[in-house]
């Protein structure tokens, strides 16, 4: 069972099924080269994971539930399977809710295609939520990449970004380059230049400068995983930008699906931190740029306290002021919608 064409999210496509196997399109090498890495077992889906082939909390979701369907038709021991998926990388949720979901999953292929095709819808749905938000003419600033490279399609925080220019509004991005791994240069920049969305990228020490002089209208961005009370899990540098916005009174946006909410977890001290290599600092490909013998902190995400936050834009609407009760009404209606 492929996916029909009106499954299939156009024009960016990170995670491709196809039946029997798994294509990623290949993150690492954009924007230079746009080629697929081909997965035919759930250990090939979890290497491609852990190298950052495929990467954002909902495409990586996705990728572990076509891992798990490859599993299930190999006739391969599912939980092994489903540890290797799991050690895979620790701080996006949606990887643990993917698996869970597919945990007992009666036909394993419909369930990860469900899993990929609500993605999708939910994205879409945040868009036009999303797209509420957004002035005409507005200049937004985003960080590492929320789009569709890191969903099924549509993208989070990109997605919203997509729909209002989608509703007929001018709208321009200012697109944080993320040190050290570039998501923002490399993936954002890619794909809003793919799609005609005027973009701007920047450095991210230079965000409290445009901020300062009047250049930045909003601030949005995607999550990785969001505690019972709304503090929020995004790549390193998002808490920096928060702080930023609340400075100058600018409105600090999440949009994330159901599926990045972590209802276990009461508040955002809980969320485990991955780690990445030294490498990531010290220089980029074959450049090294720091003198051997440095000791490096590389943490890959950042926590932003609920009170930053302006809203958080699900598929179930806008949550303006997010908190404990809100984000707890928002689940339930989640969970009563899936029955
Ligand atoms: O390390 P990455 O590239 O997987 O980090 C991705 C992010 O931090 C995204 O902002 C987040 O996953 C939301 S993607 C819709």
């Not at 989070?156 to 970004?161: D, S």
């Not at 834009?313 to 989640?334: C, D, K, N, Q, Y």
Request: charged share 20%; glycine share 8%.
């Amino acid at each position: 069972m492929g996916l029909n064409r009106t499954q299939r999210p156009q024009p960016v496509e990170a995670v491709r099924w196809l039946g029997d196997r798994l294509e990623l399109l290949d993150q690492r090498k954009l924007p230079d080269e746009t080629v697929y890495v081909t997965c035919r077992t759930a250990a090939e889906t979890a290497t491609a994971i852990r190298d950052m082939v495929v990467r954002g909390a909902p495409a990586i979701g996705c990728a572990a539930a076509f891992g798990m369907t490859m599993a299930s038709k190999r006739g391969d021991i599912l939980s092994d399977a489903e540890a290797l998926l799991a050690q895979s990388r620790p701080t996006a949720v949606n990887l643990f809710w993917a698996l869970e979901r597919m945990r007992g999953a009666q036909d394993p292929e419909a369930a990860a295609v469900a899993i990929f095709t609500d993605d999708l819808a939910s994205c879409r749905a945040m868009g036009l939520h999303g797209a509420t938000l957004i002035p005409e003419g507005a200049r937004i600033m985003t960080h590492c990449n929320a789009g569709a490279l890191a969903t099924a399609g549509h993208g989070t925080a990109l997605g919203v970004i997509r729909s209002a220019r989608d509703a007929g509004k001018n709208v321009s991005v200012i697109a944080n380059e993320t040190r050290p791994y570039l998501q923002g240069a490399r993936l954002t920049a890619w794909e809003m230049v793919q799609e005609n969305i005027p973009v701007t990228l920047i450095a991210d020490n230079m965000a409290g400068h445009l901020m300062s002089r009047g250049e930045v209208d909003l601030v949005i961005v995607g999550a990785d995983r969001i505690a019972a009370n709304g503090d929020t899990a995004n790549k390193i540098g998002t808490y920096t930008l928060a702080v930023l916005a609340n400075r100058h009174g600018l409105p600090f946006y999440v949009a994330a699906p159901l599926s990045t909410f972590d209802a276990k977890l009461a508040d955002g001290s809980g969320i485990p931190i991955e780690e990445r290599p030294a490498a990531e600092m010290t220089g980029y490909g074959d450049k090294r740029w720091a003198p051997q013998g440095v000791s490096v902190r590389n943490p890959a995400f950042d926590v932003t306290p609920a009170d930053l936050i302006t809203a958080i834009i699900t598929e179930h609407g806008v949550m303006r002021a997010p908190g404990r009760e809100s984000i707890a009404r928002t689940l339930a209606i989640g969970r009563l919608s899936t029955l």
